[in-house]
């Protein structure tokens, strides 16, 4: 999977969670974080959104 692939699918596995305003901003500051980290960590912290 590539960077953009798992960025989405933690990032929906989030958001299948939540459903304030308020998180849905935490959210996107969460996205704005997956998006600093490198392909290795993305897949690592995939593991635990799937798991």
């Keep these: 999977m590539d ?4 960025i989405e699918l ?16 935490k959210l996107s500051d969460f996205k704005n ?4 980290l490198n392909l290795d960590q993305l897949r ?4 635990e959104f799937i798991l």
């Excluded at 958001?15 to 998180?23: A, N, P, R, V």
């Excluded at 974080?33 to 600093?36: G, H, I, Q």
């Excluded at 690592?44 to 593991?47: A, G, L, N, R």
């Design 3 to 6: 960077k953009d692939h798992l």
């Design 10 to 25: 933690i990032s929906s596995s989030i958001l299948y969670e939540i459903k304030d305003s308020e998180s849905t901003k």
């Design 33 to 36: 974080y997956l998006e600093r």
């Design 44 to 47: 690592t912290m995939s593991k």
